[in-house]
């Protein structure tokens, strides 16, 4: 006889509080679609809440690749890379990323969120420093807790407040930042922050998750992270950089050493997204377009990506416009607290280039209509 009692009290506790905070989250059975579709409760629904920027998760090319990939090299790595052999693809999608990024090397992890939580703490640990915008993702935070070093975080974008806090740093340097911010859309002033890490010998890297395949800037950036699970629409994460550093990171990121590598039909199907991503650049053009219109149309300040936050303040308003706009048929979640700083619960809209003018119209329509009422 298990005595499950405390453990089940534990956790309704938790609910509860949870509950009273509004903060309870639930999963939603959805299924995705093509050109940004979904449906939800037998409804059909356009989704402007997708990171798949390009609307390539349901490509047919992406599809085929996986297949394909599948029949010729099965569905599962069977153990790590470093146990079974590396399969052809790894090293076929690590030169193409290099190659993209301008940068000597390249690993892919399987997933963003474990390429940071290996790669932080493989580069600097106790008796050194992380100097950090207070905007990174929760995955950079959770890889540099995990590394041991000093951790200071500078208000978000203030690079005087940065260099501040880098001035009498102990050890080695590391400064973290997005490319483009996950839930504000705007971008890092990457070149200042580049110099800025120069004068101070530190090592600069950045997360391109939400950059990539959609928003390529010039980086200075010797070390440059991203995901595959966004613009290119299938699963993975990347981290590009000098020979020896990616060398490293081999035998030094436990993410990558002790858990299993993608399967070949993801593997096939990013690859698949680099080829559509250089054959068809007008598809980023297009989700930047739609950006634009949107902000445009509801009187916002041009967007610098395709992520627009429309911020609302409060959580219960947030969330009462989403489900408003749910009913018009407009999938757009109410970001809210611990996702982002509390007071500024925002819905979240991303565009992506299966949207189509109309859609786009018609959620401005829409969300002018639920924001006054
Ligand atoms: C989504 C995201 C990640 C994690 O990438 P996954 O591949 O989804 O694990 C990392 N950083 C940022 C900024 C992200 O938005």
Redesign the pocket.
Known sequence: MRSLGSLTRYAEGRLERLRDAGQHRTLKPTRRMAEGRAERAGRGLISFCD?DYLSLSCDPRLIAAASQAAEQFGVGAGASRLITGDGPLNEQLETRLAAKKGLEACRVFG??????IGTIPALVGKGDTIVMDAL??A??HAGARLSGAEIRIFRHNDLAHAEALMGDAPGQLLVLT?TVF?MDGDLAPLADLGALCERHDAWLMT?D??GFGVLEQDNPAPLQMG????AAGA???YVCGPAPVIDMLTSRARSLVYTTGLPAPVLASALSALDVMDAEPERAGRAKAHAAHFCKRLGLPAPESVIVPLIIGEEARAMAISAELEEAGYLVTAIRPPTVPQGTSRLRITFCAGHSQADVDGLADALQKALRS
């Open positions: 990171n997933s963003g969120y474990l390429a940071n990174s993702h995955c950079m997005e996950s997360d998750a939400h995901t595959l699970s966004k699963y993975g994460g």
